[in-house]
Structures are given as structure tokens and as C-alpha cells.
């Protein structure tokens, strides 16, 4: 009877997460044929992979380290700013992540191209037009526009909770504002931090919309490769194959994280 | 309550020991009241306050200006005194005012706290006691006013800039830190050597019973052990003043007692001023040298335990401290007073002649006498054993008294009531709304 509930859940999962991954790892394993094979799996060792493997695991890094950059700060003053202020401040950082992803990817391609928004401006103020648009450049400030919000959020969540008596004990003792920022707030936002760092980094990692868009179609990152196995060259295999090897790559990362949130507990000072 | 003497080794203590509590002392009033014909109750107690309370002005005319007196004094009492007369000034409150939008928390407020004194701020939630604490720890600027330490205006001085620490109400322990980190957090801030550091947690662990915690992680402790570091942190720093914002409020009944003989240990043990704020009367009358009853922001009455106790100056003082029976009454003339129609000979005088008065009665002074042979002939309505006693309401001359006996009477008994003229405490009628008794959902 407990269990009754949690059928739906069950039969999601079943569905949605289950038995989508067991295909993976079977089409990973085997040829067109059928036959058992490991050469989806090393495929990724072929150099055109490992490059784009390597690419996106460099700008996932960057992006998430500017997401980190600009969060921390943002969460701070988000926490800081008074009641009436707070909620607007949130909302208007919410606000686009109401709109669809794909849009607002499109609206830096818009901003960024040549003959766009930035052209003109730039045209009018007599400099110089960057030449962004199809750079790394571009695809590693889409990514911290699309993904700023999943890091700040989970920091802003866990510095409210802060007791502030907490923060007013530290000064009490005599810490200054930049001790207290680095002994008591900073390590405190661990969980929050790591919980930030997952998604942004995750996301990143696997795009390929935002490369695709900001790249020109001639930037390929992982996400790119495994797009266009299972839709342009029809090679599910191949593509299930090269997932399979993303998974890991998330896992261990996922888990060294998460390494950090608890060394981080009991050992930042 | 009952006070074990091996288990009580600060001089405070020995003091609330002594002269503390009820039945005790209403037999010593009585021989007092008795033998000299003293307007004045509790004589000696009363000097003790005025050397508290009006210190400076004691100490100016001399340092014994009653040679009677003195000799009247037992020792701890000499003691005492001299130790009230070498105090000084440490945190003068001049004229704070402080409101929160519409709310007028502190209306001018002044205080005066002397060095190595256990002070209680005791008051109602919403009395302004925790903002005057945050105010004197730096966490809260008044609206207007200053803030005095040893005669410096500190004011504007942030709190990492005052030589003074707190314990919050809920530890506010560094859930990051293990045990020593958090007590080792002050020392390291103001860059103390690592030996140093060693030395006094170790030395604060000891302090609070909890020697060899070192390592653990917070959470893994109780609240009051929780507590305990709390304080130790707070001290190693050795402030000048230590603020307490009812920090055994969190606490469990048999805790928060054994936590309160632990605080008077540490008080002597360190000789800093503590500042104290409670809800809890018992608390205030256990522990602090002078108590000050707040309620919306005024002060009530400044006092000893005892004068607080004994000599409540309103309503408001007197329901707020333990039990009492506050009535309406008429004052004759000096010393006698007319309770529910029966005239009672008092001890009070200056309340002028037929002048309505409040008058306050504590149970435990009420005598029980057979029907006829006291002032006030009733019949008891009510009977529970509450532990020590007795506690029991007795209908008389149109009142519900409350009165606490160690012998039983039973539902239904006639009785007649009495009450010596020494217990009763005559006190002005309200005239503002916080000197009135508080109703029971304020509370």
C-alpha cells in the first residue's frame, strides 16, 4: 500500500531514464550488424574526437569558471539588497529564463553577426567590429548567458540560509568584512557553490545548440559529434558509443565534486 | 528552590544562598519588623542596593557614611561592599532612542552598567532588551544617543571593534568549524600564536566541563554542549563585557538550571561584567547582581533580587515576578491600608490619606488561620500539591487569593486569611500602560 504512490515514479523512470540508457549502452557495444564491439567506445581516441572532446571540456571549464566568477558577487549583493528590492532583483534575473533556450542562443547571433546589432553600433560609434561570432569566444559567452542563473540561484539559496547571527558572531570576534567573506561566508557556500558548478559545467560540456549557433557550424564540440551521428551520418552506434564515454567523464566529475563538498565541511579553515 | 552549597562555589552564589529565598527570609523580615519598629524593609539589603545602584554618589561622601551600619554587615556583606566601591563605570547608555518604522522600541533610554557586575535585563518578549543588547554590541545604531565603554564614545564603532563578545540566543556556532576552530576563530582573527591559540582553547574547553571535545564537529553535540562552546568562544577573547542573549532559552528545564550555577561559576571564575537578557524571572532572580525590569522599552525598576522580589514598584514588576495577588485597595492613612473592605495595618507611609493604591501580597506570605481568627474569613476553592507545597485559591471578601501553604487545606475548608504588616507592599496606582499588570495572552 506505501508503495502505491510511487508507481508513476517508478514507471517514469522505467521509461525515461531506464530504458533510454540500456539502449545506449546496447547500440554503444555493437555494430550495425549486431555484433558485439568496442570500437564505438574508442572511437573517441580517433584524433577529430579527442579534439572536440578536449575543446569542450577547455570552454566548459571557462564558462563555468566566469559563471563562478560573476556569481558569487551577484549572489552577495541579491543577499544583501533590502526585501522590496530583493524579489525585483531575482525577477529580473529570472526573467529570461522563462524564454526558450534556442531564442535567446539566437539573440546573441542576431546581436553578435556581421550586419547585426553590434555591427552597427559599432559602426556608429566609429570603432572598430569585434569579431566575435563564430569564435570560441562566442560559444563560451553564450554559455555563460544560458547558464549564469543555475549558478547563481543555488549560491543566492544556500547564503540566505545563512544565519545572520552567524555572520554577526564572526564580527563580534573581531573579523573583519574580508575575513568574514572568506572564513565564514565563502566555506559556507560550499554546497551551493558545487551544486552551481554541476549546472553549469554538465550543460556546457554537452551542448551543441549553443555551438552550433554561436560556432557557425564550424566549431565542434563534443555535443556537435554526437548530433550529427545520430542525424546527419545515421550512425546511432557511434553515437551511442561516444555518450557513453561523456557519462563517464560527468560521473568522475560529478564525483570529484562532490569529494570537494565534504572535504570542504570540515576542512576550509 | 533548594541549593546545594558543595555545588555552588562562586561568592554570587553563596550571596542568593544567604539571603535568598522566600520562607527564610519572610521569618527574618518578620523579627525585623518586629523588634526594631523599622519603617524599612530589608535594612540590609537595601544599603547593598544603594551601593549598587547609586554608587558614584556613595562613594563621594566617603566610603562608610553609616558606621552602624557597617557593623551591621556580616562579612560576605563587607565583602561585597568593598568590592561594589572599587567598581566602576564600564557601559553608560545616555538618552538612546530607537525605532523600528512606526515602533518606538527604546524611548530614551539610560543605563548604567559597573565593572564585574552579573546584570539582567528582564522583560517581556518585545520589551526592547534585545535591541539594547545589540545596540551595546555594536549590531544595531540607535536613532540618537550614545554609547559609553570606560568613558569612550563608541557608538559608531562596529562590533569587531569593541572589546566586547556575545552569546546568541541559538549558539550561532561556525557549522563549518569543528569545536576547537570555533573557539580558536577570535584568537586567530586578532593573530594570536599558534601556542597561544592551543593554550586557550584548551584552557576554555576546561572552562565549560567539556576538556578533550577539540574535534568534534558541531553538529554532532547537544544543545546545551553546543551552548557551552558557545561561551567558551566567547571568552577566550577575555572581553571586558560579556553579552548573553538568553542563551539558555534553547535549553531543557534541568539543563537551563545546572547552565544557570555554571554562568555564576564562570562570572567569579573570570571577573568580567556579564550583561544579561531574559524572559525568565527565575532566571534573573537566580544569577544577576542587579536586575532591571523593562517593559515596552521603560525601565520598570532597577533593584537587587530581592527589592525586586520583595519591593516591586508597580503592578507590572510584581505580576511579572512570581506569583502574586495584586489588588485594588485604599490607603487609610500611613501604614494602614483597606483590602477588600478589611483595613490592614501596613509598614508604608507617604501615599497620602484615603488614596487608592495597588497593593501586592505574595502567596507564600499568606497566613492560614482557623475561621474567625484572622482578617479575612474565606473558604478554599482550589487545592493542587505543586512540589515544595501547597498552592491554593481562597475565596475572601469578594477575591480570589492565591496562597501557597505547606500545609494542606481542602476544597470546601473555611478559613480566615492573614498577613503580617511587613508583607505588605504597597505600591502607586499605574499610570501608564506598562506599569500595569500584564494580561495573560501578553505574556
Known sequence: MKKLPAVPYIVWMIAGTFI??????????????????????????????????????????????????LSIPLALVLKHSTMGREGLIVFIFLLPMWMNFLLRTMAWQVILEKGGIMYHLAHMLHLPFPPIINTTGAIVLGMVYDFLPFMVLPIYNVLEKIDPNIIEAAYDLGAGESTVLRKIILPMCVPGIVSGITMVFVPSLTTFVISNILGGGKIYLIGNIIEQEFTTSANWNLGSGISLVMMVFILLSMAALMKLDKNGEGGMM | ????????????????????????????????????????????????????????????????????????????????????????????????????????????????????????????????????????????????????????????????????????????????????????????????????????????????????????????????????????????NEPRLLLLDEPLGALDLKLREDMQYELIRLKEELGITFLYVTHDQEEALTMSNRIIVLNNGDIQQIGTPEEIYNEPQNAFVADFIGDSNILDAEMVHDKLVKICGTEFPCVDTGFGENKPVDVVIRPEDIIIREPGEGKLDGVVTHNVFIGVHYEMEIEAGGFTWLAQNTTSYDVGTPVSIDVIPFNIQIMHKPVKPEQEALDLEAE
Open chain 2, 1 to 236: 528552590m533548594r541549593v546545594d552549597l558543595k555545588q555552588a562555589p562562586g561568592r554570587a552564589l553563596k550571596w542568593v544562598i544567604e539571603h535568598g529565598r522566600p520562607r527564610k527570609r519572610a521569618a527574618a523580615r518578620e523579627t525585623e519588623a518586629n523588634a526594631g519598629g523599622k519603617p524599612r524593609r530589608n535594612a540590609a539589603w537595601r544599603t547593598e542596593a544603594n551601593a549598587s545602584g547609586k554608587l558614584t554618589r556613595n562613594a563621594a561622601a566617603g566610603p562608610e557614611p553609616n558606621a552602624s551600619e557597617a557593623a551591621g554587615r556580616t562579612n560576605v556583606q563587607n565583602r561585597l561592599w568593598k568590592g561594589l566601591q572599587m567598581a566602576k563605570t564600564l557601559i553608560e547608555l545616555r538618552d538612546i532612542c530607537k525605532r523600528y518604522d512606526d515602533n518606538v522600541v527604546l524611548d530614551h533610554f539610560n543605563l548604567t552598567v559597573e565593572e564585574n557586575e552579573f546584570i539582567t535585563l528582564l522583560g517581556p518578549s518585545g520589551c526592547g532588551k534585545t535591541t539594547l543588547l545589540r545596540i551595546v554590541g555594536g549590531f544595531e545604531q540607535p536613532d540618537s544617543g550614545q554609547v559609553f565603554f570606560e568613558g569612550q564614545d563608541i557608538t559608531e564603532f562596529p562590533p569587531n571593534k569593541r572589546q566586547i563578545n556575545t552569546v546568541f540566543q541559538k549558539y550561532a556556532l561556525f557549522p563549518h568549524m569543528n569545536v576547537g576552530q570555533n573557539i580558536a576563530f577570535g584568537l586567530k582573527v586578532s593573530g594570536k600564536s599558534d601556542s597561544y591559540i592551543r593554550q586557550k582553547v584548551k584552557y576554555g574547553l576546561k572552562l565549560v566541563n567539556l576538556e578533550g571535545f577539540e574535534n568534534r564537529k558541531v553538529d554532532q553535540m547537544s544543545g546545551g554542549q553546543q551552548q557551552r562552546v558557545a561561551i567558551a568562544r566567547a571568552v577566550v
Open chain 1, 20 to 69: 533510454p540508457l540500456l539502449m545506449i549502452v546496447y547500440y554503444g557495444f555493437t555494430d550495425r550488424t549486431g555484433a558485439f564491439t568496442t570500437a564505438n567506445i574508442l572511437a573517441v581516441f580517433q584524433p577529430v574526437h579527442m579534439k572536440a572532446l578536449g575543446l569542450s571540456l577547455g570552454l566548459s571549464v571557462v564558462s563555468t569558471v566566469i559563471c563562478l566568477a
